[in-house]
C-alpha cells in the first residue's frame, strides 16, 4: 500500500497548499471595490470556513453510510463535481469577481468568491477527510474490517496550507501579477482533479459491505461530539479576534494577519501529528497565566509596552488556546472509523461559527469592540467543559477564570461608554470619538479614532475651532497645495478629497469655493456633520459622494480639481488600489491642467514615497516628499504627503521649496498596477 499513501499523501497536500494560496489571492482581488478595509480578510475568512463546513459535509455525505453506498455511485457522484468544478473556474476566470457595489460589503465578498472560486473551494476543502474514509476502506482487511483512520494526513494537510500561506506574500506576490497567479493556480487544480480522478478510478469498483467495527470500538458519546464543535469553535474565535486586534488596534503592519493564522496551522498540525507534544498539565498552566496576564493588559487602557512585544505576546496566547482547543479536540477522537467524517464536520462547524461571530455577528450586535475579551471568555468556558471530569480543581479554576473574564467584558463596555462622546461600528471597523482637553488654548478637544488609529482632531476654542489640526496644518504638504495651488487667489477652487474623517480640510475652504468629499463608510459622514464643526462652519459649498472613490470618479464626468487630496486610510495606510498607475490615470482625468496630487502617506510601517515617486515618473509629474513635524500646543501631528503636479512653477515658490524634498527611487521597486502589487519592498523596519 505504499503507493496508495503516496497517491492519497500527494492529493491531499497538493489539494491544502491550492486551498490556502486561493484565499489571500481571493482576498486581493476583492479589496479594491471595498476600499481596502482589514474587514475584507475576516469576511473571507468566514467565507472560506463556511465553505470548508460545507466541503466536509459533502465529505461526509459521500461516505456516511458503507453498509448501504456502493463505491460505483460514490465514484459517480464524486466525477460529476470533479467534472463541474473545472468548468466553474474556467468560467470564473473568464467572466471575473463581478464586483459592483460596496453598499452591501458582506453580501458583496459572498457572491464574488461563491461565483469565482465557490465549486472547486468546495472540492478542495472535501479532499483530506474524504481521502481519509476512503484509504481506510481501501486498506480494509479480507473479512470487510476497515483500517485504523489515517489522521496524519489531515495534519500532512495542514503543513500544505502552512506553506502556502507562507509562500504568498514572500514569493508569489512579489513576483508574480495577478493574472499570472490565476493562471498558475488553474493550472495547479487541474493537476490536483487529474489525482483525485486518478483515486476514483482506483477505488474497489464492486459493492463493499464492510463489517463495523470491534465491539471496544464504542461510539463516540454524545458529550465528546459537543466538544468536537466547541473547541474548534474557540480556537476559531481566538484566531479571528486576535487577528483583529493586532491589525487594528496594536499595529496596522501588512500581512501582520498571516501570522495568527500561520500559529493557529501550526496547533492543527502539532495535535494531529505530534499529539506526544501536548502536555495537558503544562498547557493548561500557561494557558490560565496567558488569559489571566493579557485579560488584566487589556483593563489597563494607559499601560502600553513595546508593539513587537505586545505581538509576541499575543500571537504566544493564540498558540497556547489554540493548541489546547486542538489538542483536546484530538484526544476526543473516534474510534470508528465511520465517525471520522463526522469528527471533520462538526471541527469545521466550529470553525465556520467561531469566524462567523467574530467577523459578522459581533460588528452588528455591538458597537464597541469586544471581540477578543469574548474569545477569552469563551475560551474558558470550553477549557472548562473539557476539563470537567479532571476533579474539583480544574473545576475551581476554570469557573474563576471564567467569571474572571466575564467580568472583564463588562468592564471593558463600561469603560467605552464612559470615555466615548459615540462609538459606533460596522464592516469598515470600529469609529470612537473621545473628548480630552488643549492645554495650550485651554479648551475641550474631540479625536475621531478608528480602532486606534487617529483620524482626526478639533479644538473647541473661538479661535481652535476653524484652524486645521492634526496631519493638515498649514505648513503640512495638503496645507501648501490648499495654500498655493491657484496664481489667481481670488478665483474660485475646486478640491476634491477622497476620505471625510472629520472633514478637517474642510476648513481652508473660501467663499466660492467647492470641495467634494468621497467616503466610502456610511457612519463617517454623521460623526463628521454632529460632532465635529469644520463641515458646517467652512464658507465653500461641500458635498459629499458616498461608495469607494475609484468607482465614484469612473463615473464622473471631468471635475478639474485644482487639488486632489488622496486622505483614504484602512487603519495605518492608504489602501492600495488607490495608488496604482490605473487610478493616477483616473485622478489625471480629474484634474486641471495645473491642478496638483497630494497623497497622505503618514505611516509608521510603509515608506511609499518612493513608490509614488516611481508612479509619478512614469506619467511625466513632478513629485516632492513633505514632511511636518508635531507640534502639541497646536494639536498638529508628524504628517508626511506627497504632492505630484505637472506644473514646474509649483516646486519653486520659496515657500514650497524648503519644505519640499526631492525623493529617492529605491532600486528594484516595480510600478504598482491593479495587476500588481506588493508590500514587502517598501516595510521599513523602524516606525517614527
Not at 493586532?246 to 488596534?249: F, P
Not at 488584566?296 to 483593563?299: E, K, P, V
Not at 469609529?431 to 485651554?442: C, E, K, M, S
Given at each position: 500500500?505504499?503507493s ?16 490556502f ?6 482576498a486581493k482581488?476583492?479589496l479594491?471595490i471595498?476600499g ?6 475576516l469576511t473571507?475568512l ?5 465553505t470548508?463546513?460545507l466541503?466536509?459535509?459533502y ?16 465514484r ?5 463535481v470533479l467534472?463541474?468544478?473545472?468548468i ?15 453598499a452591501?460589503?458582506?453580501a458583496?465578498?459572498?457572491w ?7 465549486l472547486p473551494f468546495?472540492?478542495?476543502a ?5 481521502l481519509?474514509?476512503w484509504?481506510s476502506?481501501n486498506?480494509?482487511d479480507p473479512?470487510g474490517?476497515?483500517?485504523?483512520v489515517?489522521?496524519r ?5 495542514n503543513?500544505g496550507?502552512?506553506l ?8 508569489v506576490?512579489?513576483?508574480?501579477t495577478?493574472?499570472l497567479q ?8 487541474f493537476v490536483f482533479?487529474?489525482?483525485s480522478?486518478?483515486i ?15 465491539d ?11 466538544l468536537?464543535?466547541l473547541?474548534?469553535?474557540a ?6 479576534a486576535?487577528?483583529e486586534h493586532?491589525?487594528?488596534?496594536i ?5 501582520l494577519w498571516?501570522?495568527?493564522l500561520?500559529?493557529?496551522?501550526v496547533t492543527?498540525?502539532?495535535?494531529f ?5 501536548y502536555?495537558?498539565?503544562?498547557v ?11 485579560g488584566?493588559?487589556?483593563?489597563k487602557t494607559?499601560?502600553?509596552?513595546p508593539?513587537g512585544?505586545t505581538?509576541?505576546?499575543?500571537l ?7 493548541f489546547f482547543c ?9 474510534q470508528r ?6 469528527f ?8 465556520a461559527t ?10 452588528l450586535?455591538?458597537d464597541?469592540?469586544?471581540d ?5 471568555f ?10 470537567w471530569?479532571d ?12 467569571v474572571?473574564?466575564f ?8 469603560y467605552?461608554?464612559?470615555n466615548?462622546l459615540?462609538s459606533?461600528r460596522?464592516?469598515?471597523?470600529t ?12 479648551a475641550?478637544?474631540?479625536?475621531l479614532l ?14 481652535g475651532?476653524h484652524q486645521?489640526t ?6 503640512s504638504?495638503i496645507?501648501?497645495a ?7 487667489d481670488?478665483r474660485?477652487?475646486r478640491i476634491?478629497?477622497i ?11 473660501h467663499?466660492g ?5 468621497y ?14 464643526t ?10 459629499l459622494v458616498?461608495g469607494d ?6 463615473s464622473?464626468?471631468p471635475?478639474k480639481?485644482?487639488v486632489?487630496?488622496?486622505d483614504a ?6 489602501p492600495?488600489?488607490l495608488?496604482t498607475?490605473?487610478?493616477?490615470k ?6 486641471a491642467?495645473r491642478?496638483?496630487l ?7 510601517y510603509?515608506d ?7 508612479l ?5 509629474l513632478?513629485?516632492?516628499d513633505?514632511?511636518t ?8 501631528f508628524r504628517?508626511?504627503w506627497?504632492?505630484?503636479t505637472?506644473?514646474?512653477?509649483f ?10 524634498d526631492?525623493i529617492?527611487i ?15 519592498p517598501?516595510?521599513?523596519t523602524g516606525g517614527?
Open positions: 500500500m505504499p496508495t499513501r503516496l497517491l492519497y499523501a500527494t492529493t491531499a497536500f497538493l489539494s491544502a497548499f491550492l486551498l494560496l486561493i484565499e489571500p489571492l481571493a482581488q476583492i479594491p471595498l481596502g478595509s482589514s474587514a475584507v480578510w473571507c468566514v467565507f472560506f470556513q463556511t470548508l463546513l466541503g466536509y459535509l465529505a461526509h455525505w459521500l461516505a456516511s453510510d458503507t453498509r448501504t453506498v456502493d463505491a460505483g455511485r460514490q459517480n457522484a464524486h466525477r460529476i467534472g463541474l468544478a473545472p466553474a473556474l474556467v468560467l470564473g476566470l473568464i467572466f471575473g469577481p463581478g464586483l459592483s457595489s460596496s452591501h460589503p458582506v458583496t465578498i459572498f464574488s468568491l461563491t461565483r469565482t472560486i465557490g468546495l472540492l478542495l472535501s479532499t483530506s477527510p474524504l481519509q474514509r484509504l476502506r486498506e480494509a473479512s474490517r476497515p483500517a485504523t489515517w489522521f494526513l489531515f495534519a500532512l494537510s503543513i496550507s502552512l502556502a500561506l507562507l509562500a504568498y506574500p514572500v514569493v506576490e512579489p513576483y508574480l495577478l493574472r490565476r493562471t498558475l493556480w488553474a493550472a495547479g487544480f482533479a487529474g489525482l480522478w486518478l476514483v478510478q482506483n477505488q474497489r469498483s464492486s459493492s463493499i459491505q464492510l463489517k463495523e467495527e470491534a471496544d470500538a464504542e461510539p463516540a458519546p454524545r458529550f465528546h461530539r459537543w468536537w464543535f473547541l474548534p469553535m480556537a476559531a474565535m481566538q484566531l479571528s486576535v487577528t493586532l491589525t487594528i488596534n499595529a496596522a503592519i501588512p500581512l498571516v501570522l495568527p500561520a500559529v493557529y496551522l492543527f498540525i502539532l495535535a501529528d505530534r499529539p506526544a507534544f502536555r495537558r498539565p503544562v493548561v498552566r500557561v494557558l490560565v497565566v496567558m488569559l489571566a496576564s493579557l488584566y493588559a487589556m483593563t494607559d499601560f502600553s509596552i508593539i512585544l505581538i509576541v505576546f499575543f504566544f496566547e493564540c498558540f497556547v488556546a489554540c486542538h489538542g483536546e479536540t484530538y484526544a476526543l477522537r473516534p472509523a465511520s465517525e471520522s467524517t463526522l471533520y464536520l462538526l471541527i469545521a462547524a466550529g470553525g467561531g469566524t462567523f461571530l467574530v467577523g459578522i455577528a459581533f460588528p450586535l455591538f464597541s469592540n469586544y477578543l475579551a469574548i474569545a477569552f469563551a475560551t474558558a468556558v470550553f477549557a472548562l467543559a473539557a476539563t471530569r476533579g474539583w480543581a480544574q473545576r475551581l479554576l476554570w469557573t474563576t477564570a471564567t474572571l473574564l467580568t472583564l467584558t463588562v468592564m471593558l463596555h463600561l467605552f461608554a464612559r466615548s459615540a459606533m460596522n464592516f469598515y471597523g469609529l470612537r470619538v473621545t473628548q480630552g482637553f488643549a492645554p495650550a488654548q485651554q475641550p478637544m474631540r479625536t478608528h480602532g486606534t488609529i487617529q483620524h482626526g482632531t478639533q479644538i473647541f476654542s473661538p479661535q475651532s486645521p492634526s496631519y493638515y496644518a498649514a505648513d504638504g496645507g501648501l490648499l495654500r498655493f495651488c491657484c496664481d489667481d481670488s474660485p477652487r476634491g478629497v476620505g471625510l474623517g472629520t472633514g478637517t480640510i474642510a476648513a481652508y475652504g467663499p469655493d467647492r470641495i467634494q468629499f467616503e466610502i463608510n456610511p457612519q463617517v459622514e454623521p460623526i463628521a456633520r454632529n460632532l465635529f469644520y463641515l458646517r462652519d467652512s464658507p465653500a459649498a461641500i458635498t458616498p472613490a475609484r468607482t465614484s470618479l469612473a464622473e464626468t471635475q480639481f485644482d486632489l487630496a488622496i486610510f484602512s487603519g495605518d495606510a492608504i492600495l488600489h495608488l498607475t490605473q487610478a493616477l483616473l485622478y489625471l482625468h480629474h484634474l491642467p491642478g496638483i497630494a497623497f497622505h502617506v503618514s505611516n509608521q510603509l511609499l514615497a518612493p513608490e509614488l515617486a516611481l509619478a515618473q512614469s506619467a511625466n513632478m513629485a516632492r513633505v514632511i513635524g508635531s507640534n502639541q500646543a497646536r494639536g498638529e504628517a508626511e506627497v504632492l505630484m505637472r506644473d514646474p512653477s516646486f519653486d515658490r520659496e515657500e514650497i521649496a524648503t519644505l519640499a526631492p529617492y529605491k532600486p528594484h521597486l516595480r510600478l504598482w498596477t491593479d495587476d500588481y502589487s506588493s508590500l514587502l517598501v516595510l521599513q517614527h
